[in-house]
């Protein structure tokens, strides 16, 4: 796989600057750029995929050459995560801030409120993201709550939550199934989707984004890092200390900086 990055690579993806990072791009906008950016995506009509782009998956994606052209293929991929940032300053390149899944999507959540946008929240376990769905509509009450429903689905199954989504329309999908499988499973939404379908959703706009184990926050089963955790840069400790179960996924933080690393020395 061609992997493309440094300074000469900073290019315009959808009118949006970029950098790459181990072969995959990234937009440099900050969470209130992206916002906006995702309110005039919305306004404009389409199917858009949003991809918060962490370590992990940047570094899956070396190797996984799907994932990867998904991601290139994405409306919007924001740095998720200080590891994202830190990679850029090795290239010498800037990323001004760091857009979390979580972060996005609450301020999405605040836009939708006023604009009266409709959501639906696939994933977590049974009855997470409904009560996530309660807790968000009481903070944001002009927001419309198209469907919710629990992310512990049989592959027989999906057929029938694809056309829920389709029938319902909404405007933002917010998938939290654990990165990469909600990535790859709204690319295979928009990927089945047949013209008539599309048409549909492309007509009211449509935005769809994994956002982990963000309903679990929401609902107020899982407590957020606190923030000064997230301030000294270390809301991943605090995650790993919290949930040690975590520690599988989380030896691709030293991989994912060891390979920039090298990247950078073979430059
Ligand atoms: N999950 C799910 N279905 C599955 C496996 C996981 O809905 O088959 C949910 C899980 O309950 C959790 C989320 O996916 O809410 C993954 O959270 P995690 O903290 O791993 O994601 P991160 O925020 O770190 O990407």
Same mark, same amino acid.
């Given at each position: 796989?061609?992997?493309?990055?440094?300074?000469?690579?900073?290019?315009?993806?959808?009118?949006?600057?970029?950098?790459?990072?181990?072969?995959?791009?990234?937009?440099?906008?900050?969470?209130?750029?992206?916002?906006?950016?995702?309110?005039?995506?919305?306004?404009?009509?389409?199917?858009?995929?949003?991809?918060?782009?962490?370590?992990?998956?940047?570094?899956?994606?070396?190797?996984?050459?799907?994932?990867?052209?998904?991601?290139?293929?994405?409306?919007?991929?924001?740095?998720?995560?200080?590891?994202?940032?830190?990679?850029?300053?090795?290239?010498?390149?800037?990323?001004?801030?760091?857009?979390?899944?979580?972060?996005?999507?609450?301020?999405?959540?605040?836009?939708?409120?006023?604009?009266?946008?409709?959501?639906?929240?696939?994933?977590?376990?049974?009855?997470?993201?409904?009560?996530?769905?309660?807790?968000?509509?009481?903070?944001?009450?002009?927001?419309?709550?198209?469907?919710?429903?629990?992310?512990?689905?049989?592959?027989?199954?999906?057929?029938?939550?694809?056309?829920?989504?389709?029938?319902?329309?909404?405007?933002?999908?917010?998938?939290?199934?654990?990165?990469?499988?909600?990535?790859?499973?709204?690319?295979?939404?928009? !990927?089945?989707?047949? =013209?008539?379908?599309? *048409?549909? #959703?492309? %007509?009211?706009?449509? $935005?769809?984004?994994? &956002?982990?184990?963000?309903?679990?926050?929401?609902?107020?089963?899982?407590?957020?890092?606190?923030?000064?955790?997230? !301030?000294?840069?270390? =809301?991943?400790?605090? *995650?790993? #200390?919290? %949930?040690?179960?975590? $520690?599988?996924?989380? &030896?691709?933080?030293?991989?994912?900086?060891?390979?920039?690393?090298?990247?950078?020395?073979?430059?």
């Amino acid at each position: 796989m061609k992997e493309e990055h440094s300074k000469e690579a900073l290019h315009v993806i959808n009118k949006v600057p970029s950098i790459y990072i181990l072969g995959s791009p990234v937009h440099t906008l900050t969470l209130q750029e992206s916002v906006q950016h995702i309110s005039k995506l919305l306004e404009r009509g389409g199917l858009h995929q949003i991809i918060t782009a962490n370590p992990e998956i940047l570094y899956s994606a070396r190797k996984d050459e799907d994932l990867q052209k998904l991601i290139a293929g994405a409306s919007l991929v924001t740095a998720d995560g200080i590891g994202v940032v830190w990679a850029a300053r090795q290239q010498g390149e800037k990323l001004r801030e760091r857009v979390t899944g979580i972060d996005l999507m609450a301020e999405l959540l605040t836009v939708a409120g006023s604009k009266n946008w409709s959501c639906y929240f696939l994933g977590a376990a049974p009855g997470v993201a409904e009560k996530a769905g309660q807790k968000i509509k009481e903070l944001h009450p002009g927001l419309s709550i198209a469907g919710t429903r629990h992310g512990y689905f049989k592959k027989e199954e999906e057929q029938i939550i694809i056309e829920e989504i389709l029938e319902k329309k909404p405007q933002l999908l917010f998938v939290g199934l654990g990165a990469p499988r909600q990535e790859k499973w709204i690319n295979n939404l928009f !990927k089945t989707v047949t =013209e008539k379908q599309a *048409r549909n #959703l492309q %007509q009211a706009g449509h $935005i769809a984004m994994g &956002v982990g184990g963000s309903f679990d926050v929401f609902a107020g089963t899982v407590k957020r890092a606190p923030q000064w955790t997230q !301030k000294m840069h270390i =809301e991943w400790l605090y *995650r790993l #200390l919290s %949930q040690p179960t975590r $520690i599988k996924r989380q &030896v691709r933080l030293p991989l994912f900086a060891l390979e920039v690393l090298r990247q950078k020395r073979s430059n």
